[in-house]
């Protein structure tokens, strides 16, 4: 009998320690986090896919970090994000009457579409996010990552895993993240919960501009659209105004922080990381924490 226990104890054991990774999929490269390495740090290692050639990409990583399960986020490269009415049918076909809604908003075939939605903390917001991928797309990544031993636990984007940066304040926070050759995001986000996002374009190369290119109107444009989100969660969403404003960008992040600052009240931090790709598969992963939760 305790033969007995101890095996169940030892399966249990595995189970829980069992390698999970946060992946965040963009269109040239992967970037994979491990919270913990034989060395006891995290790491952070990105690798190139060529051609949408995701197996050998996914035979890279499992070279290096072994198999593990994976919590996936996308970029905005691969993924439609609208808004729609919510339909009035019961939730197991929720999906179906969505894609009729917004088939005639996106590219793809309605045959080559996967969606799912999303929808506000907020009871007053009666419309649903509609994300849409690519169906296709989408099966020729899980499929490749599966031939090498993965498991996909979960795959969000980029708006969802934003609010797992400030999880447990209470307090609604603004963050200005650029990925390069995207355009701007914006997002407003308090315990765990994304209140609303936008993308701004015009900025997609802010990582590239000189303080003095900054300086000249940038800052200042950046400043309005700043203020337009402000306008829209305290006036649209009658929501009491963000405590600060968080910049998630890489470039002359400080120089753009000193500029915008004179121009609102809240405090201006910059999210301190070594890449934003590095930072979106750490987000990643805490997502798979909260939908174990």
């Not at 829980?16 to 290692?45: F, R």
Request: glycine share 4%; proline share 3%.
């Amino acid at each position: 009998m305790s033969k007995s226990l101890f095996s169940r104890l030892a399966f249990w054991r595995k189970q829980a320690d069992e390698q999970a990774l946060g992946v965040y999929i963009d269109s040239e490269s992967v970037t994979v986090y491990s919270p913990s390495q034989e060395q006891g740090q995290e790491q952070v290692a990105t690798f190139p896919v060529e051609g949408a050639n995701w197996s050998n990409c996914f035979a890279a990583i499992q070279k290096q970090f072994g198999s593990a399960k994976l919590q996936l986020c996308l970029s905005a490269n691969f993924y439609q994000i609208m808004l729609a009415d919510r339909p009035n049918v019961p939730e197991p076909e929720m999906n179906q009457a969505l894609l009729w809604s917004v088939k005639d908003l996106v590219t793809q075939p309605v045959s080559d579409i996967h969606l799912d939605y999303f929808e506000s903390p907020l009871e007053s917001v009666v419309k649903v996010n509609v994300v849409v991928v690519e169906r296709s797309m989408m099966s020729a990544l899980v499929l490749a990552a599966s031939q090498y031993g993965f498991e996909v636990i979960g795959i969000s984007i980029e708006e969802l895993v934003m609010a797992n940066l400030f999880p447990d304040d209470s307090q609604a926070k603004l963050i200005i993240s650029h990925q390069a050759n995207q355009e701007l995001m914006l997002t407003v986000v308090r315990q765990n919960q994304l209140y609303m996002q936008r993308r701004v374009r015009g900025f997609s190369q802010i990582n590239t501009a000189t303080a003095e290119e900054l300086g000249f109107g940038s800052a200042d444009n950046l400043s309005l659209e700043i203020q337009r989100s402000m306008d829209f969660f305290e006036s649209q969403l009658r929501q009491a105004p963000v405590a600060s404003i968080e910049l998630m960008l890489e470039g002359e992040v400080e120089a753009l922080a000193s500029l915008v600052t004179v121009n609102f009240g809240q405090a201006v931090n910059i999210i301190q990381c070594e890449s934003i790709s590095g930072l979106k598969a750490q987000l990643a992963l805490l997502e798979m924490t909260r939908e174990a939760a």
